[in-house]
């Protein structure tokens, strides 16, 4: 099994050739996901179905015998020519086009009418009489013979006042109105024209569509479509969504994805700690950013640190490595997916390098990618208690991976753990898996500080995704 493993990434060791494809295949998708939602496709596809169909043989005929008599747009005519004849819409249009409307509108705001409506209140309940206040009871009169008073009466308590305003509550304006812009619209009168025209086929939608489908039939974009279509090679693609990535342009780490240190330490005390197991610190300067390529460096220099001990918490230290750590513990964490990088790596002898993911806390902890001393490379994950991990995990060997880029990939489902390098894959598990949100971490480490060490983690991207 070990050999044939091993056959099988020297024949996927070329991750460029592999990315080109990948690459290719992504351009492919989005090129047919692209025209799978044109506008072109739909159309071609409907058409087809519609030019090929009896139905359309028959077209011609159902065409040449259309009228406009019977249609629906001359029962709009007629429904429209009905509604201006009916007597609720003359009378609104006389009263509205009336001066006794404005007259009626103007008296009810008066002063006038205000104190008659006083008065007239104050004689229905016995206050005002002739006897106790003739002065008033003269006004009063005065105002109830007033002929503007008696016009907004009568007008008021008339049949066309009511009929006027239970048009304005009505839809029939509306209504009215709609037919008027629709009747008048260049749509409508195109139709009309169309439907008295005798020779109308030639002018109709039906011979419009077969013009178009053998046109739409002849275009390369269809004809690729079709291809693609045809080969079927997107059945992987189509699995996932994009849901964080990372090229690492221009100059600087971005430190909206990244943060440069353990989590929790960043977060209980805004500083970088070391385990009593590291020899070295990570130090933010020690990562690169150029020619969109994220450099880890680990380098052989003295640096002031604090190492976390479980009995006395804190403790400063001097350390004599430094290495560096990029994590993305506060902006991105997912539960299932698929989870890649593509790493190229230096001295692992003195170096570990590591692709790995965290919860919020230590265990369960999965290694995507870790580099051993032996020169092997060891994915697997360690579940448990800190004081009884369980650590599962392959041994793969047969690359040398010092000497190019290689992608490391983790598939998360629900019930497995399936890892791959260069789309190989190299190991799966099936039990204790993970079901808490998990963050990314690429970092290096030094495993040999007896030596002189100048390593470096070289990361070109980083990729997650999940399932559609």
């Known amino acids: 099994m070990a050999l044939f493993l091993s056959s099988k990434l020297r024949k996927a060791a070329n991750t460029s050739i592999l990315e080109e494809r990948k690459n290719q295949l992504l351009n492919d998708h989005e090129e047919f996901i692209a025209f799978e939602d044109s506008e072109d496709l739909q159309k071609y596809i409907e058409l ?3 030019v090929n169909s009896e139905d359309f043989k028959q077209n011609r005929k159902q065409i040449e015998a259309k009228s406009f008599k019977g249609s629906e747009l001359e029962r709009k005519e007629k429904e429209l020519k ?3 004849k009916s007597k609720r819409y003359k009378i609104y249009s006389s009263v509205n086009d009336g001066s006794e409307l404005l007259s009626f509108e103007k008296m009810k705001e008066s002063e006038d009418l205000v104190r008659y409506m006083e008065l007239q209140a104050d004689v229905n309940s016995g206050k005002l009489t002739k006897k106790e206040d003739k002065e008033t009871w003269l006004l009063y009169k005065s105002l109830k013979k007033s002929s503007e008073i008696r016009s907004y009466f009568k007008f008021k308590h008339s049949n066309k006042h009511k009929i006027y305003f239970e048009v304005l509550a009505s839809n029939l304006l509306q209504e009215i109105e709609d037919l008027k812009t629709e009747l008048a619209s260049e749509e409508f009168v195109s139709e009309k024209d169309y439907l008295l025209d005798k020779k109308r086929f030639e002018k109709s939608e039906a011979f419009n569509k077969l013009i178009t489908y053998k046109e739409l039939s002849e275009t390369e974009s269809l004809k690729k479509y079709f ?26 780490l971005d430190k909206d994805k990244w943060m440069t240190r353990y989590y929790w330490g960043d977060v209980l005390m805004n500083d970088d700690y070391a385990l009593p197991s590291d020899a070295h610190i990570f130090s933010e300067k020690n990562i690169k950013i150029s020619d969109s ?3 880890l460096e680990t380098r052989k220099e003295k640096a002031q640190g604090k190492v976390w001990d479980a009995k006395f918490g804190f403790i400063p230290t001097e350390f004599d490595y430094t290495s560096a750590l990029i994590s993305t513990g506060k902006s991105f964490r997912q539960k299932y997916g698929l989870f890649e990088a593509k790493i190229k790596v230096s001295d692992i002898k003195n170096v570990m390098h590591a692709f790995w993911m965290l919860s919020d806390t230590s265990l369960p902890h999965i290694d995507i990618a870790r580099t051993g001393s032996c020169g092997k490379l060891f994915p697997g994950q360690i579940t448990g208690s800190e004081e009884k991990p369980l650590v599962k995990q392959a041994k793969i060997k047969g690359l040398d991976w010092t000497n190019d880029f290689f992608i490391y990939s983790l598939e998360w489902a629900p019930n497995k753990l399936v890892w791959k390098i260069n789309d190989v894959v190299v190991y799966t598990q099936t039990e204790n898996i993970p079901q808490d949100p998990m963050y990314l971490i690429l970092s290096s480490g030094v495993i040999n500080p007896k030596s002189d060490i100048n390593s470096v983690m070289e990361i070109d991207w980083v990729k997650c995704y999940q399932k559609f």
Do not use: M, Y
Not at 231 to 242: A, G, R, S
């Open 293 to 295: 390529v994220a450099r």
């Open 48 to 50: 087809e179905k519609e």
């Open 82 to 84: 009905r509604l201006l």
């Open 227 to 252: 291809q693609f279509k045809k080969k079927n090679d997107f059945h992987l693609v189509k699995e996932w969504e994009l849901t964080f990535f990372e090229d690492f342009e221009g100059t600087e």
